[in-house]
């Protein structure tokens, strides 16, 4: 008899978040510059976007890559964050005491210059996320909310000057 496999389904989906809606000026528009700097600080300072996360650690920092441990109290997280400048950060999942796979990639997209986006591509794997449970849609929603937050806070860092160069 082949033992089932230790997770499910993959869950795998990806959406857009608008950043610059050159149509609407009641938000102050960011730089690409200041976008990118933004992701590099969720990877960097990942508290101030999961605020409880408990203590985060950057492990190893190698050749545009860090290996960083996140202790949400009740379990660790070990991953590996890689950067290609000011175009995407992907966060790939190390084996852990957790029982999940997965990768994170955050693009940015920019169609016509200053009307910028960043796709969020996830594929993760575990027991709780599976893509044939009925729950598959409540956790596509909370990483839409958690990416669109994700902006929010790249915002308030911006229009306190804190991803000007």
């Known amino acids: 008899m082949i033992d089932p496999p230790p997770f499910g389904t993959p869950l795998v989906f990806e959406h857009l978040v608008q950043v610059n809606n050159l149509h609407d000026e009641r938000l102050q528009p960011l730089s690409r510059g200041q976008l990118w700097r933004g992701l590099v600080q969720r990877a960097e300072r990942p508290r101030y976007f999961t605020p409880w996360l408990v ?21 660790r997280v070990r991953d ?31 169609p016509l210059p200053g009307e ?25 929603d909370a990483y839409r909310q958690a990416d669109e ?3 929010v806070g790249i915002r308030v860092l911006a229009a306190n000057g804190l991803l000007d160069e």
């Open 55 to 75: 203590k985060n650690t950057v492990a190893k920092r190698a050749d545009g890559s860090w290996e960083r441990e996140l202790d949400f109290g009740a379990f």
């Open 80 to 110: 590996r964050v890689h950067f290609q400048e000011e175009e995407s950060v992907r966060y790939e999942i190390l084996e852990s005491g957790v029982a999940t796979q997965g990768s994170l990639v955050m693009h940015i997209e920019e």
């Open 116 to 140: 910028l986006f960043v796709r969020f591509i996830y594929q993760v794997r575990s027991l709780d996320h599976d893509a044939r449970s009925p729950l598959a849609g409540f956790v596509k």
């Open 149 to 151: 937050d994700t902006i």
